[in-house]
């Protein structure tokens, strides 16, 4: 089992060179990276399913660069943090207390949050938790409501065929088919993709147990009001998010089939009205994986421009 990002095979940790921090939120030991100015508002970048920091990589660079702190935690279940193979652990609002904790233990102010995938529902929770703490908020792939419902989510073949009782850990547990082909087929240059960069993903899930929450997870999207466990969740979440006046903008894969720009980055600026966007890079679901320079150049110059004296 790794540990630290040192502790990774070179391939990945060259790729991913920061030191590796941890703190304790809510009795688990969260992995993290703290990088660039201690002074300067944060930018927090969140990751999903079946992710870890490893995947914002690529957009950590330019905002560094533009004199930006860079924050990237690895959700409890995934990359370096610890991963519980309780079911019960691995709800939707335990992973908004995660983040809510991150945010209060390190006593971050002014932050951008960047949220990706369950990023969002969980990153946004936490925000409207400490609306306080948050300057910016930037949104990728991920979502914040009932309805409309992604059609992949929807769709027998393969998504609820994956998630079934017993399909499920078997698939995604057993087999590692999330951080595997599933990252794989979400990509668009998946040729580099499998030779440079699915070891950094299969690699921190090596144990059928650590994948719990691959299969876990996904059965809290709100499809079918009469079975949902988190129907009343996303309700509350959605009006919060439609309150927020903050400055915010909207990057998305143009060849994006599990989050449809057409329909999920378009409802995005019927949340917000007021959104920057939609700004349309190469990619699929995993959009950092073929875009993610370009993505940190867009964070960089929305948030130096959205937050006054936000890079030093």
């Not at 419902?149 to 393969?158: C, K, T």
């Not at 990619?283 to 004296?309: K, M, N, V, W, Y």
Request: aromatic residues 10%; glycine residues 8%.
């Amino acid at each position: 089992m790794y540990r630290t990002i040192a502790d990774l095979p070179p391939g990945i940790s060259t790729r991913y060179p920061y030191r590796s921090q941890f703190v304790s939120v809510n009795g688990w030991r969260m992995h993290y990276i703290d990088e660039g100015p201690a002074d300067a508002p944060p930018v927090l970048l969140l990751h999903g399913n079946p992710t870890w920091g490893f995947l914002w990589r690529d957009v950590i660079r330019p905002l560094l660069t533009a004199g930006h702190r860079v924050v990237v935690p690895d959700q409890i279940g995934f990359g370096l943090s610890e991963k519980p193979r309780a079911h019960g652990v691995h709800t939707l609002d335990n992973h908004t207390a995660n983040l809510v904790a991150l945010l209060d233990v390190l006593d971050l102010q002014n932050v951008t949050f960047v949220c990706h995938d369950w990023g969002g529902p969980t990153g946004l929770g936490a925000l409207l938790t400490r609306p306080d703490r948050a300057a910016a908020v930037a949104v990728m792939s991920t979502w914040a409501w009932i309805s409309p419902a992604s059609s992949f989510h929807r769709s027998v073949l393969p998504w609820r065929l994956m998630h079934a009782p017993l399909v499920g850990p078997y698939l995604l547990g057993t087999h590692a088919a999330m951080p595997g082909r599933g990252m794989y087929l979400s990509v668009v240059d998946r040729r580099r993709f499998a030779a440079q960069s699915m070891a950094g993903y299969t690699g921190v899930l090596r144990d059928p147990d650590d994948r719990i929450l691959t299969w876990t997870w996904p059965r809290s999207i709100p499809l079918d009001r009469s079975t949902d466990i988190t129907t009343d969740r996303f309700a509350w979440l959605e009006a919060g998010v439609r309150a927020l006046r903050l400055p915010a903008t909207v990057i998305w894969g143009r060849e994006d089939d599990v989050f449809a720009p057409d329909v999920f980055a378009a409802n995005w600026h019927d949340v917000w009205p007021h959104a920057e966007g939609t700004h349309l890079v190469t990619g699929r679901h995993f959009l950092q994986e073929d875009s993610g320079t370009e993505i940190g150049r867009l964070l960089a110059d929305f948030t130096g421009r959205a937050i006054p004296g936000g890079a030093r």
